[in-house]
């Protein structure tokens, strides 16, 4: 990874298209969760919020955009 780093070459995951739509429904809450001061990232098709894994259905309403 970091051989590539200024040859202008880059590594992007490739998602299915169903997985890639499920995270951009994702997004906002995860953007939400971040403001709120809360540890979280996207793993595959689900949220991570302070090590609790969340699907697009189930994110608590708080973070729900």
């Known amino acids: 990874k ?3 780093k200024h040859t202008g070459v880059y590594i ?3 998602f299915s298209k169903q997985t ?3 995270r951009k429904e994702l997004y906002p809450s995860l953007k939400a969760a971040r403001k709120d ?3 979280c990232y996207i793993k ?3 949220l ?4 609790t894994s969340y699907t697009a259905e189930s ?7």
């Not at 994110?59 to 955009?65: A, C, F, G, S």
Request: charge should be negative; avoid cysteine.
């Open 2 to 4: 970091d051989s590539a």
């Open 12 to 14: 992007n995951e490739d």
């Open 20 to 22: 890639d739509q499920k």
């Open 37 to 39: 001061n809360k540890k």
């Open 44 to 46: 595959g098709e689900t």
């Open 48 to 51: 991570v919020i302070d090590g």
């Open 59 to 65: 994110i608590p309403h708080k973070y729900k955009q």
